[in-house]
C-alpha cells in the first residue's frame, strides 16, 4: 500500500478509536458461479428501495449480473462525482424521507433522509445525480445507460480531522473500499472509504431518461454544469475485505 493511505488510515485508526491488526483470515477459492450466487447484502437491498422511495418506478432494483460497470458504460471518476454533488445540492430537487425497514435495520439508525437530484452533464454525456444524507448514511450516485452507481461513504475526511459517518457495525461489516486524494502536503490528504453497487435499471417500467421519446417534465430545470477533472492529483486506491 501507498505509504500516504497507510499513513492515513493508521491516523484514522487513532482518532476513531479502532485497532489496526494483521490479517489472520483464510483465503478460499470458489467457483466463479458459486461466487455469483451469494445473496447481496442487506444494505444494497435498502438502498434499492430507498431509490424507489424517492422516484425511481417499478420494483426495488436488484443488483446488476456481473456487479460491475458495464462495458459500454463511461465511470465517473470519485472526485469528480464530489464536485458534482457539491455543486448540485444547493441547486437540485430536495425530499426528506424515513429510511425504509431495512435501511434501518442495517445502519441501526432512525432519522430521515434529506435525498437531491437534478441532471448534470459529465463528459459530454446527460446523468442523473442523486446525493443522500443523514447523520449515519452518506450517498452519491449517478446513472449510466442502463445501470445506477452508488457509493455509500461511510468514513473520511481530512487526514487530520478524519471520522466515522455511520455505525461502527455498519463499517466493520463491509466489505469497503479505500481512496485517497493526496493534497499538497500530507497533513492535507483527505480519504473515503466507501462501498459501491451497479443497480440494473433494464426492467421495466423503465426511468423517464431511458424511454426514447420523452423529455423532463414540464417546468424541470435542466443543468448542463461540466464538471471539472481534478488535474494532476493521483489517486491511491485500495480494495479492503
Not at 460497470?69 to 454533488?85: K, N, T, V, Y
Not at 480519504?191 to 440494473?200: A, Q, S, W
Request: net charge positive.
Amino acid at each position: 500500500m501507498h505509504a500516504r493511505s497507510t499513513r492515513y488510515i493508521r491516523t484514522f485508526a487513532r482518532e476513531n478509536g479502532f485497532k489496526l491488526g494483521n490479517d489472520r483470515r483464510n483465503r478460499t477459492v470458489q467457483p466463479l458461479s458459486e461466487q455469483r450466487d451469494r445473496k447481496p447484502p442487506m444494505i444494497a437491498l435498502g438502498l434499492s428501495l430507498l431509490l424507489k422511495q424517492t422516484g425511481l418506478p417499478g420494483a426495488a432494483r436488484t443488483l446488476s449480473k456481473p456487479h460491475t460497470l458495464s462495458p459500454e458504460s463511461e465511470p465517473i471518476p470519485m472526485g469528480d462525482l464530489i464536485r458534482m454533488a457539491a455543486y448540485a445540492t444547493p441547486r437540485s430537487k430536495r425530499v426528506v424521507v424515513l429510511p425504509n425497514r431495512i435501511l434501518i435495520n442495517t445502519l441501526q439508525d432512525t432519522q430521515p433522509i434529506c435525498a437531491h437530484a437534478c441532471k448534470l452533464q459529465h463528459g459530454g454525456q446527460s446523468t442523473i445525480l442523486s446525493h443522500f444524507d443523514s447523520p449515519y448514511f452518506r450517498a452519491v450516485g449517478y446513472s449510466s445507460k442502463n445501470q445506477y452507481v452508488v457509493h455509500i461513504c461511510l468514513a473520511g475526511g481530512p487526514r487530520e480531522h478524519s471520522s466515522l459517518w455511520t455505525r461502527i457495525p455498519t463499517l466493520t461489516n463491509t466489505d469497503f473500499n479505500f481512496q485517497l486524494f493526496p493534497g499538497q502536503k500530507p497533513k492535507d490528504d483527505f480519504g473515503l472509504f466507501y462501498i459501491t453497487f451497479y443497480l440494473d435499471l433494464a426492467a421495466a417500467p423503465l426511468p423517464w431518461w431511458l424511454q426514447d421519446g420523452i423529455s423532463p417534465a414540464s417546468g424541470e430545470s435542466e443543468d448542463t454544469h461540466e464538471s471539472g477533472v481534478i488535474q494532476d492529483q493521483p489517486e491511491e486506491h485500495r480494495k479492503a475485505s
